[in-house]
C-alpha cells in the first residue's frame, strides 16, 4: 500500500486500500479513515472554526434530534471533493476502529430539565451542569434530588470546571463573565470580567498552584486573573463591565441618535446571583492570537510533559485553527503566559474537546475525528475516526476513553491503561478498539462527566434534549467487597429484577409470573442465609414467601421477635393510553425518583427491609429475630392468606412486634408512622324480584314493587342528618381521645399547616384528619361499608337493621346481603420501644421537617443526611389514621 498520497490518483488508491481492508477477512477490526490535512496559508487573524452562528444552533437545538441519525455510526472513506491533499499514513498512525458492541451500558438514572445542558462537572457528591438559559443546577449523587439551582448568568453557561481541591466551582458564559463559586453552598465568591470585548467564554481552567483562573474565549485570546489577596484590590470602574458598554456593532447608533443602553432579558436581572469580589482582568494579562480561532477548550495538567517540571502545572488548550498548544504558566500574573509547545497544524479542523491520559493527550475534532498525541515527544500517534458528527465530548476514565458526539451517540474505546483496569484479556485483541456504542440521547451530546461514587463507575452525560443521564460502568469491573459490604446499587438491581416480574394477581394469565415472582424472592432470601419456605394457600392461589433471620447467638434468651409483613403482587399497570413515561415492568430512575409498577407498593419496602436486615446481620447487629411473610394476594383481598398463617402457626411462632410498609404518606416530604387503622367491610345488598324486567310504560303500575326503589329506600335508612350513622350499638365502642392523641394531631396539623398554610385554619384541618382517621364512616360506593368496632358484630348489626327496615316495606322482594371482605381494625401504641426506635431511625436518616422551598443551595448540607440531621428535630412525625 501507498505510505503517502499526494496527488488525487495516489489518495484514491489509498481510499481503494480502505475500502479493501474493510471488506477483508478481519472486518471486526477495521482501518479508520484519515481526516486529510490541507495546507492553507493564514493571513492575520482567520477563524477556521465554526461560525459562532453554527455553534449557537448547535446550543439552543433544545429538544430536537440530530439530523444525521447515526445507527449505524459507521466509518466513512475521506471525500477526496476538495481536490490534493497532503496525507501522511505511515502504519503505525493508523487507528483501527472496531465495529464494537452495541449493546448500551445500564441507564442508572436521567434528570431532565426545561434547557439544553450544556457543560458539566462533578464533585464527590454532587453533578453540575449549566444550561442554555444560563442556570447552575446541582444534583445530589445519592439520591438524584435537584438540591440547588441558580441563576448564574444572563446568557450560556458554556463551560464549567471544579478546582483541583474542590473548593471553588468555574463558571463562563456568553455574557463574557465568569464566576466562581463555593461548590457546596453556591454563594458565588467571584466575579471576574475583561474590558476587552472577548466575546463569549468557551473555556475555563483554575491552577490550584498560582491561584490563577485562566479562560479561553471567542476572540481568540486567553486572559487570567490572579484571585490572591482579591479582597485588597480597589474596586473596578463599572463602565468597563460588559453589561455598561455598548457592543460594537449590536449597539451601534445612527448619526445624531442616541445610544441604546444594554439590559438583560425582562425578568432575570432580578434572580440573577450576586455576591463576592467583583475582579477586572488587567489589560496587561491577556495573550493575543492565542490560537487563529476560537479557544473552545482548556486543560489545567500537572507532570504531563517532560517539556516542564513535574511538579509545576501546565496549561493545554485547543483552537479552532485545529491545533493544540502547551504554556507555561508563571506565578507572578504580570508575566506572558509562555508557549513551549504546538501540535497539530492550521487545518481549520476546530479541536471541541480535550482530554489527558499520563502523557498521552486526545483531542476530539470537526467531523468526528479523536487524535492521539504524545506530550513528550510532541507527535501525532494515532487518528480516529469515532463518530459522523463533532467530537463535543471526550473523558478519561477507568482506563477507557468515553467521547460523545453531536449525533448523540456515546463510545467507549480500550487504550494503554485498560490493562491495568481489566482483570482478564477476554474480548480484548488490542489497544483503541471500540468497547461499546450506544445512543446516549435524541439531542446533541454537548458535555460529560465521570465519577466513582459509593464503589460503583459513573460516565455522565448532558444532551440538548435537556438531559442528563447517569451510565453505571460497575457492572463490568466489580469491585471485591468485604464480608458485610452492600453497596447501594446491589440493592437497585435487585429491585429492577423484582419489578420486571409482572406479578399481577387479578389475572390469571399472570399466573407463572406470580410464581415465577415468588420463587425469586425466596431464592433472594436464601442467598442471604434466611431459613425459607413456600407457603401453599387454598384453591391454587399465589403462594406466601416465609422467610427467618435468626439474630445474634448470645441474645437468644431475650431477644424479641419482629414479622415484617408485605405482599409481591400489584395491580395491572396497561399502557394503551400513554399514562406511563416508561414500561412499568422495566424500573428507570428519573428525576431523583424510581419508576416502575411495585416501586413503592410493596416491591420496593421488601428490597428496603430485606437489605437492612442483611447488613445488620453481615456487621453483627442483629439482635432480634426477624421473620418475613411475603404474600402474593394482597391486591386481591388477600385470598388464602389468613388460613396459611393458620396452617403455619408453629412454623411461624411467636411475634413481639409487626411491621409493614403498605401505607402513604401526606405528601413527598413528611415521612409517616403509620400506628393504627380503621376496620373496613364489604357488604354488596342486592333486592331482587320474582318478576321478569317489564316495560314501564306499558306494564308498569303502583302494584309492582320495583327493586331499585326498595333499595334505595333501605340504604336511606342507613344515614341520617350531618351524616349520622343509624345502625344501632355502630357508635358503643369507639375509644376516647386521649390527651397523647390530641396533641399528636396537633402536631401533625402544625406541620402541614406551616409547610402548606393554603390548607386552611387548623381546626378545620385537625377535625377534617380525625374524621377521616379515626371517626368511622359509612359509604354507598360500590357499596362499601366502614365500621369501628369488632366486624363481626358490625356484620351483625348490619344485617338486623337492614331486614328490620326491608320488613318495613312489605315488599314482595327478597332481600340478599353478601360480605365480600372484611378486616379487623387495629391500634399499636406509638410510645412502645419498637415505634420510637423506628422513629429515632427515620429521622436520623430523614431529618427535621422544613417549610417546602424551592430547590436552594446546598450550604452546609454536602449530603441529604448531613443536612437534615442539622437541625432540631420536631417532637413527634407520627401518622394517624
Known sequence: MPTQATTPQEYRRFERWNACARTSSFRDSVIASLMPLQYRSVEGLVDHGPSLDSLRRYWSSSNTSSSDQDSEEALNTPSSEDGDRHITADRSTLAQSADGDDSSPELFHRVQHDSSILALTVSDKFIYAGTQDGDILAWSLASYELVARIKAHKRAVLCLTLSQDGQLLFSGAGDAIVNAWCPYSLKRKYHIYSTYDVGDIFSVAYSTQFQTIYLGAQNTSIQWCSLKDSDSRQTPNEEGHPDKRNHRFFDSKQAGAKAPTRSASPGRSAQLATGGDILEIDQAHMKHYAHFGYVYCMLMVRGASRLIEADEDMLISGGGDGSIKLWKLSDDPNDVIEEIACLGEDDAESVLSLALDGSFLYSGKLRGVIELWDLDTKQKLRVIKAHNGDVMALQMGWGFLFSAGATGFSRKYSTVQYGQYNRSSENFSQKYQCMNRWKSHEGKVMASATTNYNGQRFYITGASDSSVSIWNFSETHPRANSVGEFQEDVLIKSLQEFVSYKTISSRPDHAEDCRRGATFLRKLFKKYGAETEMLNTDNHHNPVVFARFSGKQATSAKRKKILFYGHYDVVGADDKKGNWIIDPFQMKGINGYLYGRGVSDNKGPIMAALYAVVD??????????????????????????????????????????????????????????????????????????????????????????????????????????????????????????????????????????????????????????????????????????????????????????????????????????????????????????????????????????????????????????????????????????
Open 616 to 881: 445488620c446481620k453481615n456487621e453483627g447487629l442483629l439482635d432480634s429475630d426477624v421473620v418475613f411473610l411475603i404474600e402474593g394476594e394482597e391486591e386481591s383481598g388477600s385470598r388464602g392468606f389468613m388460613e396459611a398463617v393458620k396452617r403455619n402457626k408453629e412454623l411461624i411462632g411467636d411475634i413481639d412486634y409487626i411491621l409493614l410498609a403498605n401505607s402513604y404518606w401526606l405528601d413527598d416530604d413528611v415521612p409517616c408512622l403509620t400506628y393504627g387503622l380503621r376496620g373496613v367491610l364489604h357488604a354488596t345488598i342486592s333486592v331482587d324480584s320474582n318478576h321478569p324486567d317489564v316495560h314501564s310504560g306499558v306494564d308498569g303500575s303502583f302494584m309492582m314493587d320495583e327493586p331499585l326503589f326498595d333499595l334505595t329506600s333501605i340504604l336511606s335508612e342507613l344515614k341520617g342528618r350531618h351524616n349520622h350513622i343509624k345502625i344501632p350499638g355502630f357508635y358503643d365502642n369507639i375509644l376516647p381521645v386521649t390527651e397523647a392523641e390530641e396533641a399528636r394531631y396537633d402536631d401533625i396539623t402544625e406541620t402541614l399547616i406551616r409547610r402548606n398554610p393554603e390548607l386552611g385554619p387548623a381546626s378545620a384541618l385537625k377535625a377534617s384528619l380525625m374524621a377521616r382517621w379515626r371517626q368511622p364512616n359509612l359509604t354507598v360506593h360500590r357499596y362499601k361499608v366502614s365500621g369501628p368496632d369488632e366486624v363481626e358484630d358490625v356484620i351483625e348489626s348490619l344485617k338486623t337493621y337492614l331486614n328490620a327496615a326491608f320488613q318495613e316495606l312489605d315488599t314482595h322482594n327478597h332481600l340478599t346481603i353478601t360480605i365480600d371482605n372484611q378486616a379487623e381494625p387495629w391500634l399499636g401504641n406509638p410510645d412502645n420501644a419498637i415505634f420510637q426506635t423506628l422513629e429515632k431511625a427515620i429521622m436520623e436518616v430523614w431529618g427535621p421537617i422544613d417549610p417546602p422551598t424551592r430547590p436552594s443551595p446546598p450550604e452546609g448540607r454536602p449530603e441529604t443526611a448531613e443536612r437534615l440531621t442539622s437541625q432540631p428535630q420536631p417532637q413527634t412525625h407520627a401518622r394517624n389514621r
